[in-house]
């Protein structure tokens, strides 16, 4: 049991789909992530909410929408993806952005785009 | 931009033996992490140094910070199956940046 919850584990959509990712912590933490993991290549930092502010956006194309509706629930929205947004999407949540304690993440949701 | 850098990003040993993991960083951060995981699963938080020269141990394995070398790294003593995952590190500045990962096998 991590605390942090992704559904779908696996998704197939085509480039023309809406879908959305859910996160959701058990752990009553303050601050939430996105990261990508692509092959070859280091996690890649998303989006950083902090008590439901985000409050930072990592250069990240708009065809990616996250949302916070609460401390313990995160989104990613997607639409219109490209092959290259195949990867493995975690999330991560943490005490406070900056508390010195290590993030704790879900299993992930491995996307793959048609 | 910060640059994390581990090697070697594979490593095969047997069992029994002793080996190091390295993780390179570019800027003067004294907050390091480590995290493992296994295929299909999450990151696992193993380590978390915050000053420089903090060491810690868990089982077989031990991880230090050099802050003043921009270097940590990860020792496994006597490797065992159950150590085969990949190993990342992790700087945190204003953000937390990841090493490329380093995938440890385990050979019996």
């Known amino acids: 049991e991590t605390g942090v919850t992704q559904t779908p584990r696996h998704l197939v959509m085509g480039m023309t789909n809406k879908k959305s990712l859910k996160c959701e912590q058990h752990l009553g933490h303050n601050a939430m992530y996105w990261y990508k993991q692509s092959a070859k290549k280091p996690l890649e930092l998303m989006f950083v909410?902090?008590?439901?502010?985000?409050?930072e956006n990592n250069s990240v194309p708009s065809r990616f929408s996250p949302e916070c509706p609460n401390s313990s629930h995160l989104f990613l929205h997607l639409h219109t993806l490209q092959p290259e947004d195949s990867a493995l999407y975690l999330c991560a949540s943490s005490q406070d952005r900056y508390s010195n304690q290590p993030q704790h993440f879900g299993d992930g949701t491995r996307l793959s785009i048609l | 931009e910060l640059k994390v850098e581990q090697n070697p990003l594979f490593l095969s040993m047997q069992e029994g033996k002793n080996y190091t993991i390295y993780c390179n960083y570019s800027t003067t951060s004294d907050r390091l992490y480590w995290y493992r995981q296994d295929p299909g699963k999450s990151l696992e938080s193993l380590f978390v140094l915050l000053s420089n020269g903090a060491v810690k141990q868990e089982g077989r394995l031990m991880a230090s910070l050099d802050t003043k070398a921009r270097l940590s790294t990860l020792h496994i003593t006597a490797a065992v199956h159950d150590l085969s995952a990949t190993y990342f590190c992790?700087?945190?500045?204003?953000?937390?940046?990841f090493g490329t990962g380093t995938r440890l096998t385990i050979i019996p």
């Open positions: 992790a700087v945190e500045e204003v953000k937390l940046t």
């Open positions: 909410y902090s008590l439901e502010e985000r409050v």
